[in-house]
C-alpha cells in the first residue's frame, strides 16, 4: 500500500517557520557582545544530590512527615515569596543571596527531580568562589531547616544513589509532567527508571561566543571532550547495591545514553559541515518532547508528535520553544547557553573545581581554539566519539581517545583552562580536581577508598571535605556561631525573592 504524505496548511507552514526563527533565537540567546565573554560574564552551575537519613542511609522520599516537601516547606520560610509550586506540591524554591564578602548576589534555584533528587542551580556569577559560597549558604540552611524538624539529612552528591538496591524502591514525585516523561520513556530504553529516579549530574551553563562560528567550535570541542569529562568525573560508587569494586565506569553516563538513542548522546549532525543553531533546531525538530508546558502552567502530553509537529499547531514563545527543547539529552546542548551534561554529581568543592575548568577552557575563543587544536578537532567524527566512549568506559586510563593518552589529554586540557583563569582561588579550585587526574584517580577513588572505613567523620571534617579549610557547617545547634576562631561563608546578609 502506498505511504501517503501528511499534507500541511498555508496556516501551519507560516506557524512553523515563525516558530523556527523564534527557537534559533532562543538557543542564541546568551551569546556575549564579544570573544572573551566568560571571565566577565556569568557560568550557572546546576548540582543534583540525594538527600539520605545520616544514621539509616535511607533514601529520603519527596512524600510524608519525614519528606522531601516537608523539609522545603520548613525552608521555604528562608525564602518567603520564592516557593514554586506545581500541581499543588510545593516543589522548589527561589531567591537572591547577597554573601558577606563578596560583591556580587547570587540567584539560587533549588527544585526537586522525578526521584526526589534536590537538584541547586546557583549563577549566573563571574566568580566561582561565590558559587561555593552559595552553595556551603543553601547547604547550611537546608540543615537546620532539618534540624527544625527533628531530621538529620545528609546531602549525598554521587552519580547513582549508593543506597538504592532498584529503582523501584524510589517512588516517583507526584508531578503531572513527571508520570508523562516516566510512561513515555520507559517504553524505549532499558534502563530509564534508573535514570530518571536514581542518578544525578553536575551541570555547567556557560555564555557563548558572540560569533556563530566560535559558538560552534565551543560546542563541538565539548561534544568531543564529553566521554573525557564523564571518565574524569565519575563519582560513581555502585549501581543496584552492587559491590562498589566491580561497579563499571562511568555508570550514569551508560544508563542515560541507553534510555532513547534519538535524543541521548550526540546531537545529529555535531561534526558535519554547516552544523550550527539553524542545524540543532531542525535536530530538535524531529524529537518527541513527550510533555508540553505552556507559559501560564499547562502541562499536556504530545504523545507520538515531534517538536515539527508542535511547531506547526501552536505559537510558541522563546520560554516555551527553550522548555520543549529541554526534552533532548545530549552531553552537549544548546539551550540558550552551552550546557555541560556529562559530569556526575560531585561534592561542591569539586564540582566548583569542575566548572573553574570549564570556565579556563571556554572562557574565549584563544582557550577554544587551543582545545581544538590539542583535540585535532578536524579529524573528529560521529564513530570517534563513539570509539572515545566504548574505550574509557573499557579500559580507562590505558584508553587513548582520539589518539592520545588520557592522562596526557587531561593535563594538557586542564593547563589550557588554568592559564585563562585569572583569579587565584579558582586555579587552586581546579588544581584540587585535576591533582586526582595527574596520578591517575578519579573522585570514584576516593569514594571506594572511604567505603570500607567504619568512623563516621565529624561534622567539621565532613565540612572541610566538601568546601574547604575555613568553612563550618551543618553546626547542630539552630541559632549557634561558628566556633572560636573560625570564619564561616554561610552567613547571608540578605535575601530577597527573585522579582
Given at each position: ?264 548522546g550526540l546531537a ?91 570556565k579556563g577552557l ?81 573522585p570514584r577513588d ?54
Open positions: 500500500m502506498a505511504k501517503h504524505t501528511r499534507t500541511r496548511t498555508t496556516e501551519q507552514l507560516k506557524r512553523l517557520e515563525k516558530n523556527r526563527q523564534t527557537l534559533e533565537e532562543a538557543l542564541a540567546r546568551a551569546r556575549g557582545e564579544a570573544d572573551e565573554y566568560t571571565q566577565t560574564s556569568g557560568l550557572t552551575l546546576v548540582l543534583e544530590r540525594f538527600a539520605t537519613e545520616r544514621g539509616s542511609c535511607t533514601p529520603v522520599p519527596y512524600d510524608g512527615y519525614t519528606g522531601l516537601e516537608r523539609i522545603l516547606a520548613e525552608l521555604a520560610k528562608t525564602y518567603e515569596g520564592g516557593q514554586v509550586v506545581v500541581d499543588g506540591h510545593l516543589v522548589g524554591l527561589r531567591g537572591i543571596l547577597a554573601i558577606e564578602g563578596r560583591d556580587e548576589p547570587v540567584e539560587i534555584c533549588a527544585s526537586v527531580g522525578i526521584g526526589a533528587q534536590l537538584s541547586l542551580s546557583v549563577g549566573p556569577a563571574a566568580s566561582i568562589t561565590t558559587l561555593l559560597d552559595a552553595l556551603a549558604i543553601f547547604d547550611r540552611q537546608f540543615h537546620l531547616a532539618c534540624v527544625a524538624l527533628g531530621h538529620d539529612v545528609d546531602l549525598v552528591a554521587q552519580g547513582y544513589n549508593p543506597y538504592v538496591d532498584s529503582p523501584s524502591d524510589i517512588v516517583a514525585v507526584p508531578l503531572s509532567r513527571y508520570a508523562l516523561l516516566n510512561a513515555y520513556l520507559s517504553r524505549t530504553g532499558r534502563y530509564t527508571r534508573d535514570a530518571l529516579r536514581c542518578t544525578a549530574a553536575t551541570r555547567i551553563l556557560l555564555p557563548m561566543a558572540s560569533s556563530e562560528e566560535f559558538a560552534v567550535t565551543g560546542y563541538r570541542v565539548a561534544a568531543a571532550i564529553a566521554p573525557l569529562l564523564a571518565f574524569l568525573t565519575d563519582n560513581t560508587l555502585r549501581m543496584r547495591g552492587e559491590e562498589p569494586v566491580e561497579a563499571k565506569r562511568m555508570i550514569r553516563t551508560l544508563v542515560w545514553d541507553q534510555v532513547d538513542s534519538s535524543r541521548c545529529e549532525g555535531t561534526f558535519l559541515k554547516g552544523f550550527g543553531f539553524k542545524a540543532y533546531e531542525r535536530w530538535l525538530e524531529g524529537i518527541r518532547p513527550i510533555v508540553f508546558t505552556s507559559d501560564d502552567g499547562l502541562t499536556f502530553s504530545t504523545g507520538s508528535d515531534t517538536m515539527g509537529r508542535l511547531m506547526e499547531e501552536r505559537d510558541l514563545s522563546p520560554a516555551e520553544a527553550l522548555r520543549t527543547a529541554s526534552m533532548a539529552f545530549p552531553h552537549a546542548r544548546w539551550t540558550g547557553q552551552l550546557e555541560l551534561a556529562c559530569a556526575d554529581a560531585l561534592p561542591p568543592r569539586l564540582a566548583c573545581g569542575y566548572a573553574a575548568f570549564a571556554f572562557a574565549s575563543s584563544d582557550s577554544i581554539e587551543a582545545a581544538s587544536k590539542l583535540l585535532d578537532l578536524a579529524s573528529i567524527d560521529e564513530d570517534s566519539v563513539a570509539v572515545a566512549w566504548h574505550d574509557l568506559r573499557e579500559l580507562g586510563w590505558s584508553a587513548r581517545p582520539y589518539g592520545r593518552p588520557i592522562g596526557q589529554l587531561a593535563d594538557e586540557l586542564a593547563n589550557i583552562a588554568a592559564a585563562r583563569l585569572e583569579d587565584r582561588k579558582e586555579r587552586q579550585l581546579l588544581d584540587g580536581l585535576a591533582q586526582l587526574w595527574t596520578v591517575h584517580m578519579v576516593s569514594l571506594l577508598h572511604n567505603w570500607s572505613k567504619q568512623r563516621t567523620p565529624t561534622r567539621e571534617e565532613r565540612a572541610i571535605e566538601l568546601y574547604g579549610e575555613g568553612a563550618v557547617i551543618p553546626y547542630d545547634e539552630l541559632g549557634g556561631e561558628p566556633p572560636a576562631g573560625k570564619t564561616s561563608v554561610m552567613r547571608v546578609i540578605r535575601q530577597e525573592p527573585v522579582q
